[in-house]
């Protein structure tokens, strides 16, 4: 069987739902061999994380956020992160989210991959930037419903921590998968 045989072709799309954060979607589609089903798509914006990095006495270190998730009614320890808003560049987003969230701007920052956080029934990307030269200008500026606290956590306590609380936000293993690759961790390290 040929991979053209496992597309689904859309057919019809209805708004079901629109909320803050996301919209809800019924999309009818036709498998290649005629079978017609509907299948609930989410339509979000795109998302951008920005690992920091910053080396103090010799040490490196990631800035990182502390926040309230009401989904899974936790505290988080993340990197800087958030909605990339309608007509924004990514690394705009980015650099903005960094300097909202932390009071932080960077010297640089880089793409390091771009990707679908859920594609089963997500329509959005995620977009995972490394920022270096790092520089404090001034006081967060949160929204309206914010409460985050910034702190600096050793890199190699975040790795050998992940998985565990307060490291339990999948997007941030992603984020932080791709910061280990562009360093040139491999398999063979972790043996």
Not at 74 to 101: K, N
Request: glycine fraction near 8%; proline fraction near 5%; hydrophobic fraction near 40%.
């Amino acid at each position: 069987m040929g991979s053209e045989n496992l597309l689904w072709i859309p057919v019809s799309e209805k708004p079901i739902a629109d909320h803050r954060i996301f919209s809800a979607v019924e999309t009818e589609r036709r498998s290649a061999d005629g079978r017609s089903a509907h299948f609930i798509v989410l339509d979000a914006p795109d998302w951008a994380i920005v690992v920091p990095t910053l080396t103090e006495g010799g040490r490196e270190y990631f800035l990182m956020v502390r926040q309230y998730r009401h989904g899974s009614e936790t505290l988080s320890l993340e990197f800087p992160g958030g909605v990339v808003e309608r007509g924004e560049d990514p690394a705009e987003a980015a650099l903005r989210e960094l300097r909202e969230e932390t009071g932080y701007t960077a010297a640089s920052i880089r793409l390091a991959s771009s990707m679908s956080p859920n594609p089963a029934f997500m329509r959005n990307s995620l977009h995972v930037f490394i920022a270096e030269g790092l520089e404090f200008e001034g006081d967060q500026r949160l929204d309206e419903n914010e409460r985050i606290a910034v702190e600096k956590v050793a890199t190699e306590d975040v790795v050998s921590g992940f998985g565990r609380p307060p490291y339990g936000h999948a997007l941030m293993a992603t984020a932080l998968f791709f910061w280990l690759r562009e360093r040139g961790w491999s398999r063979k390290d972790s043996c």
